[in-house]
């Protein structure tokens, strides 16, 4: 697929702070691409970079979009931001009816498909109310549509979850997941990364300004040595001779005939598997590699970094 975004080696300093520091990375047609990382790695200063809200110290932002002819054609970009960029003082319709009509759309054409979103969102009986009488998650609901509203080949959802209980994240989940199927891409910049894992084609994770990790889903899980294995077992078990046996493996939990051990070594899934047989009666095992938190926590520690895991929560 053709890359509709390209972002390369772009800066953002703020006096002495350097929020952004040489991040490059590209966002291919269809795609949900993420960019990660914990609160204050700078995925919202990089986002406003792109759109044109704030300037790049240096660095280049292209795009391969109908009539932008490499720069932002805001009528076919979606954005959702950190903040709240909606008016408070007026009514629920009267915000997405004026937003869309600056990205193109008249009002008359935008009404029922308005409509039609709040119904689906829940809020169709607070369309005529003004919006400081909504709830933050129903106002990040408004916001979501209002993105979507003018029909964009871009959407930027920028920490879309805030807000958010866990009933309607998972709404969101499946809205996004939606967009995608129907050929819109989507730039999701988030630091919830159980909540994305299972979202993203590809990512982009910053940590302190810089570039940690990039590719494909499946290319980072890959090419992350160590694994998960979930075994459970009946009877005794000797696991303190099971962690012995191979370098490199360690036990997370145990409890109740179930064992979660952590390795990363040259072991084959095969060997590994039949070494931990002799020493307990296996009923299940599987075989993972880790979640992406622990990929990206573990990688920063490797680069030499630190990590807040508060920042992550």
């Known amino acids: 697929m053709a890359a509709i975004l390209t972002v390369e080696n772009i800066r953002k300093a703020f006096g002495a702070t350097v929020a952004v520091n040489n991040v490059s990375f590209s966002v291919e047609a269809g795609e949900i691409k993420g960019l990660l990382g914990p609160n204050g790695a700078g995925k919202t ?10 300037a790049a110290d240096q660095g280049t932002i292209h795009f391969d ?4 002819n490499g720069r932002i054609p805001k009528e076919r970009i979606g954005y959702l931001p950190e903040e709240r960029g909606l008016y408070y ?8 009816l004026y937003l869309a009509q600056l990205k193109g759309r008249s009002p008359k054409e935008t009404r029922p498909e308005a409509m039609q979103w709040l119904e689906r969102l829940e809020l169709g009986e607070w369309a005529n109310h003004r919006l400081d009488k909504l709830s933050k998650g129903m106002q990040q609901k408004v916001q979501f549509i209002a993105a979507l509203l003018h029909k964009p080949d871009l959407v930027m959802l920028d920490e879309p979850f805030s807000g958010l209980d866990p009933i309607n994240q998972n709404f969101f989940k499946e809205l996004i997941q939606e967009l995608r199927e129907q ?35 499946r290319s980072i899980k890959d090419n992350y040595s160590e694994r998960m294995l979930d075994i459970r077992y009946t009877g005794a078990a000797d696991v303190e001779r099971v962690v012995q046996q191979f370098p ?3 036990l997370e939990t145990q409890r109740e005939e179930r064992l979660l051990l952590r390795y990363d070594g040259p072991e084959t899934v095969k060997d590994l598997v039949s070494g931990i047989a002799g020493w307990m009666n296996i009923s299940e095992c599987s075989v ?26």
């Open 248 to 250: 490199g493996m360690t």
């Open 183 to 217: 050929g819109v891409t989507v730039l999701l910049s988030a630091h919830q990364m159980n909540l994305v894992e299972e979202l993203c084609d590809s990512l982009a994770m910053i940590h302190r300004g810089r570039m940690v990790l990039s590719g494909t889903m």
């Open 288 to 313: 993972q590699k880790p979640p992406l938190h622990d990929i990206f926590v573990n990688t920063v520690k490797q680069q030499g970094g630190q990590i807040d895991e508060t920042e992550m929560a």
């Open 89 to 96: 003082d007026a009514k629920v319709i009267e915000n997405l």
């Open 45 to 54: 200063t990089a986002i406003r970079m792109i759109m044109g809200i704030l």
């Open 65 to 68: 979009l109908p009539g932008g």
